[in-house]
Structure formats: C-alpha cells, structure tokens
C-alpha cells in the first residue's frame, strides 16, 4: 500500500515536472527563420560564394595552382605599352599584368577557401568568401561564373534563357559583403 | 585601386511583415542567446504586449456587449407580438425560435473545430520552439483552417473497393450528429442555453456516448485491419473510461442536488468569506480529485494524446479514420474537437462555477466572457496535454483506467457523502 502511493505520488510529480518544462519552452521565442523573408547572417568565417575584384587582381595565377578541384582558369590581359619617359619627370613604373578573363566553375569548387588563402594582393584580397549562401543554377553552363575587368563582384554568368552572358541578378545579397584583409 | 571600386552593395535590412524583425547587419538568430534573456529582444516585448491586448480589448468588447442571454426573452416577445399581429399561429413561432437558437448551437462545433485547430497548431508548433501557420490570413495564419477547409472541401471522395459502401458513408455521420446534439443542453452563458433539461447531464453522457457506434463503424466498414483495430481500441477505451467519467461528476450531482447543468453552475455562485469563490474545485479534496479524475476520462474520450490509441499515427496509421479522405475526414476532426469543447464546457460547469467571476470585483464582465475564457483555458491544458505526454500503451491504459481511476472515482463519492454530512 506505501509502495502503490509512493508509485502514485512519484507519477503524478514526474507529470507535473514534464508540463513545466512544455509551459517553459511554449513562452521561449521561436527559433524559426522565416527564410524568404528573414535571413540569418552566417558567422563571420562562412565560407559562401566567391566574390573577386578585378581591379584588385594581378593574375598571378597562384588561386589556380591552390585550387584542388581545378575549377579556377584566368588569362592574363596584354601587358600595356610602357610610356616613354619624359624628361625631368620621374619614370612611370610598368603597370602590373592585369586580369583578360576569370572563371569559377561552381559545378567543381567545394568551397574549401585555398584560393583565398593564396591570394597575395595587399592590402586586400582580390579573391574571398563572401557570407553570400543564396545562388540559383539550373544548367551547367549557369554554374560557370566569368568576370571581366569592370564587373562587380559576382561576376557574369551564361543565362539559360538566351545563353548569353548576364551579371548575376537574381542572387540576393545576405549582407555587405564584408571588405576581408 | 580605390575604396569604391571595392565598396561592396549594402542591401536595406529587410523588414519582416509577418513577426515585425528587422534583419540589420549585425543581426544573430542563434537560440541559446535568443533564450537567455527573451525580454531583451524588441519582437518578444512586442508579441507579449500584443497577448496582453488582445486579452483586455477582448474583455472590454466582452463589457460592452454585456449579457447576451436576459435579452433574448424580450427580442422574443418582440418577435412574438410582430408575427401574432399578422396572424402567425403560436405553435409556429415557437417551432422557427427553436430553429434560429438550433442554428446558433450548430455554430458552436462548426466555429470551435475552426478556432482550435489553429490554436493546436500554434500552441504545438510553440511547444516545439516553431512558429506554426504564418502565412494565411491577415495575423499569424488565422485563417489556415479556413483554407485547410476549403483544400478539403475540393478534395476527391476515396471509397475503398472492399469497404462496406453504405456503412463507410453512414460513418461520419453517426459520429458528427451526436457531437452537435449534445450540445443542447450545455450552457454557454446566463440563459444562454438551448434546451434548459433537467436531466442535462444524462442526456450530455448517454448522446456522446452514440459516436462510439461511429466510430466503430468507421473502422469495420474501411476495410482495412489497422482501421478496424481503431475503431475496436476506441470502443473498448471508450466504454471503460465512461464510468470513472461519469463517476467523478456524482459527488458534484449529490452537493448541487440537481442534474440540471445550467443550475449545477448556478449553485456555485458566491464566494467564501468574500473571497474564495463557491467553485467546486474548492471543496477540500473531493473537489479536487473529481476535478482530475473527469479531465483524465475526458482527455481519455476524446481519443486525444496520451490515450489516442484509437488513431495512433505511428502504429495504426491514423486508425479508423484512415481510409476517409475529403469532407468525411473533417467531419471526424470536427467531431472530436467538438467533444473536447464539450469536455471543457462541462468542466467550467461542474467543477468552475460556470459564468462565475474567479473573483468578486470581477464580475463586470458578462457571464458568456467567463465561460467563455475558462473554456479556452481548459482546452489549453487538453492541447498542453497532447504535446507533452507520451502515448499509453494499450493494456496500460485499461489498467491506469480499472486499476486507478475507477477505484478512486468510486472511493471519491464515498468521501462527497462524508463531505455533505460534514457541510450539513
């Protein structure tokens, strides 16, 4: 008989104890993240898309050799005609080698972040990831991201509709791409 | 290089028009910070300043409209009059009341299934840190029903080859009759009652007991074993959890004197000491434990988590219920949320004073608003229930009803007649 109210008395305790613990989460914020229309900032290490500049870049080639999935290709523009020198002036230094063409291969890359790593422009780096997680490809030739000295960060990409080359438009932006040193 | 070139795109932080946040650049949605200091975050001060309005203008709707039931006998006679001038015979006037106040009780389960499986859906998203429907109608998903309604409505109706044709069809319908007849004798408010029977209780017990047949034949006519495995746990959990059910609402019939619902709530009116209101709850110990041991059976008779062992999802399938798709599925969802309205109903009546103000200054607020707000509260602790509990198993569950509740529901009566030779 004590034994059968101890049991009773210890069921009806360990019942309560579990309605506490509901009643306390129920009045806790959701953690939901309504996405379309809420998104959560990664941390500040997330590896996401590329982002490159191509007035940074001196087309060393170095993300290429980083690259372990081979999915970086570049070419070197022509180097510019050094200007004669003019008397009483200081010489003009021989401009950098600058960047033709850049291409991603997103089919290939598995964001492992060597690329950035390699990349030796100071005092910025002209290659990095951004916080960016939200990219859309439907075709193949979609995944293929080509930059031009000129574009902007995302760089172009063949559309599936008209197969020509378009500036990523439909990517939303997580943040401000961070600016990384 | 200069800075502009490189100046990346800074987006407008992006304005959530369902829960009111705003992204900002340095916004974290992680949880254990979320959760360490909730009041902090501007949204969380905002959603508990919403409850709380939404909780006084209700009441000060609610003391504005005022009571709705000593009203109705002069818009009757109003009526009466109007029609007897132009030569309506008595006999007819009586039988269209009767119908317009038959409309109004039909509303009750129509308007409630719509009202509390939205609430069962947020209240369980909640319970599991979710935010539930959000996207239909104009606030936090409110008219998700309704559109769940609707997709259901245009739904194809699935008869099952081998299932029992007519039996299948007839079904829903022994189920859903019951669970609207049953309210007649229920009290939503002072007078607001549709058929003020003395035997209010019986009639309320032996009618809810007919959807047992429903469900039963739900089972046996789908032509599915796990169907008809649902409908026969539902008949014998049914019938076994009917007596301590019935059991434990005898001391509140032997102190009220009267089986009469309405006036059961009636006799709880006033306070002690002008305090402690005359509920039943109060009575030292009898109270109480038929309080617990009517909303465990109840709990038990609306085949709802923990005792759902009649439509247990993971091992029956859903039971009895399985093979009806389209509008027969609803009807049995909107049966059992009817029952538990009903469940919650007859508890604020017998055990919670009915209309009666928790306490004496108070009672500005019309009888139906406190009916009204005990219901709600109740059918909380049914939805609480669900998402807290485990499921019985099945001979667990015979036992918890033969071993424990019925010999304490019966001890329970024996300690009201001890009570009511002590009060006399």
């Given amino acids: 008989m004590k034994n059968y109210i101890a049991f009773v008395f210890d069921a009806s305790w360990n019942t309560l104890k579990g309605l506490w613990v509901t009643l306390k989460v129920l009045f806790l914020p959701s953690i939901t993240v309504q996405y379309p229309t809420e998104k959560i900032v990664p941390y500040a290490r997330f590896r996401g ?85 939200e990219a859309i490809f439907s075709t193949r030739a979609e995944m293929v991201r080509r930059w031009k000295r000129g574009d902007d960060l995302w760089g172009t990409a063949r559309k599936t509709a008209d197969g020509q080359l378009a500036p990523i438009t439909d990517q939303i932006h997580i943040q401000s791409v961070p600016v990384r040193k | 290089m200069t800075e502009e070139t490189i100046q990346p795109k800074v987006l407008e932080p992006v304005f959530n028009h369902a829960n009111g946040r705003l992204l900002m650049p340095e916004t974290r949605y992680w949880p254990t910070d979320m959760w360490k200091s909730p009041w902090s975050l501007p949204t969380y001060r905002r ?42 015979p008595a006999f007819w006037i009586a039988v269209v009341w009767t119908f317009i106040k038959g409309v109004f009780v039909l509303l009750a389960p129509a308007l409630n299934a719509l009202f509390a499986v939205w609430w ?27 559109a769940d309604g609707i997709k259901l409505f245009l739904k194809e109706d699935i008869v099952p080859d081998c299932a029992d044709k007519v039996v299948h069809w007839l079904a829903p319908v022994v189920v859903l009759i019951p669970a609207i007849l049953v309210f007649a004798p229920v009290p939503f ?85 002008g305090i402690v209101p005359r509920w039943f709850i109060f009575y030292p110990v009898v109270g109480q434990v038929a309080f617990i041991v009517f909303l465990i059976a109840s709990v038990a008779e609306t085949n709802r988590v923990p005792f759902d062992i009649p439509e247990a999802e993971s091992e029956l399938v859903a039971g009895f219920n399985t093979e009806y798709s389209g509008m027969k599925f609803a009807l049995f969802f909107l049966s ?16 919670f004073g009915g209309g009666a103000a928790p306490l004496p200054f108070l009672d500005f607020l019309p009888s139906w608003a406190w009916f009204l707000s005990k219901t709600l509260i109740l059918m909380f602790c049914f939805l609480w229930f669900r998402w807290t509990f485990p499921r019985f198993r099945v001979d667990r569950l015979m036992d918890f009803n033969w071993k424990f509740l019925l010999p304490v529901s019966l001890l329970n009566i024996a300690a009201g007649g001890v009570l009511i030779w002590l009060l006399s």
């Fill in chain 2, 336 to 351: 059992e949320f009817a029952y538990v309205l009903l469940s919650c109903l007859l508890m604020s009546s017998f055990f």
């Fill in chain 2, 120 to 146: 069962e859906r947020k209240i369980s998203a909640h319970i599991q840190s979710r935010m539930g429907p959000m996207y239909v109608g104009w606030w936090h998903g409110a008219l998700q029903t309704l």
């Fill in chain 2, 47 to 88: 959603g508990a300043a919403v409850l709380a309005g939404l909780i006084l203008g209700i009441a000060g709707v609610a003391w504005f409209i005022g009571e709705i039931g000593p009203r109705l006998a002069p818009i009757y006679t109003l009526a009466e009059q109007f029609a007897l001038s132009y030569g309506v």
């Fill in chain 2, 189 to 273: 408010g002072k007078d607001l009652i549709y058929a003020n029977i003395d035997i209010g209780t019986v009639y309320v017990f032996a009618v809810g007991g007919v959807s047992v047949m429903g469900i039963i034949m739900a089972g046996w006519s789908s032509g599915n074993k796990f169907s008809l495995l649902g409908g026969l746990r539902s008949a014998a959990q049914l019938v076994s959890y009917e007596l301590p059910r019935t059991f434990a609402v005898l001391p509140v019939i032997m102190l009220a004197g009267t089986l009469n619902i309405a006036d059961i709530a009636g006799f709880q009116a006033g306070y002690w000491g």
């Fill in chain 1, 49 to 133: 898309m590329l982002a490159y500049d191509a007035e940074a870049c001196i087309a060393c080639g170095m993300c290429v050799r980083a690259c372990p999935s081979k999915c970086i290709a570049l070419a070197k523009a022509a180097a510019a005609p050094v200007p004669a020198p003019v008397e009483g002036q200081p010489a003009v230094p021989p401009a950098k080698p600058k960047i033709e063409w850049y291409t991603i291969d997103y089919g290939r890359c598995n964001f492992c972040g060597l690329c950035e790593e390699s990349c030796p422009t100071k005092p910025k780096k002209a290659l990095w990831h951004s916080l960016d997680y």
